[in-house]
């Protein structure tokens, strides 16, 4: 059923909200650091172990792929609102991080497809 998909979003996202705000606390922040983003892989994790071992019907495996599915978008517009006055503001330390990471990232992409090769042929 679609209701266990959004009981298992829920439990995601407010154990990513928890983690994030204990883990800026640590860090001596006064914000949530990367709540949203250990929500999305908690729920990763979780709507994709075994259904033999969750004893999981179809229906309800449907529900949890559903709200799965749509959790990656939702995810992206909630970061994309998260600071980003506040990062442009705070000046070209911002602006150069962000480039480095996705620079990093496209960098990244040739090797992972060299990992995926010898898979599927």
Excluded at 9 to 19: K, N, Y
Excluded at 40 to 58: A, Q
Excluded at 87 to 93: D, E, H, I, P, Q
Aim: aromatic share 8%.
């Amino acid at each position: 059923m679609v209701i266990y998909g959004v009981a298992l979003l829920s439990f995601c996202m407010l154990t990513g909200v928890l983690v994030g705000d204990l883990l800026g606390e640590v860090m001596g922040v006064q914000s949530n650091v990367g709540g949203v983003g250990i929500a999305m892989l908690l729920l990763l994790v979780l709507s994709n172990l075994d259904s033999r071992k969750l004893k999981l019907t179809p229906i309800t495996e449907k529900g949890i792929g559903f709200w799965s599915a749509m959790y990656i978008p939702i995810v992206v517009a909630m970061a994309a609102r998260q600071n980003v006055f506040s990062a442009l503001s705070g000046g070209w330390m911002a602006i150069v991080a962000g480039v480095a990471a996705v620079a990093a990232s496209f960098a990244l992409i040739p090797v992972l497809a060299r990992f995926g090769k010898g898979e599927h042929q």
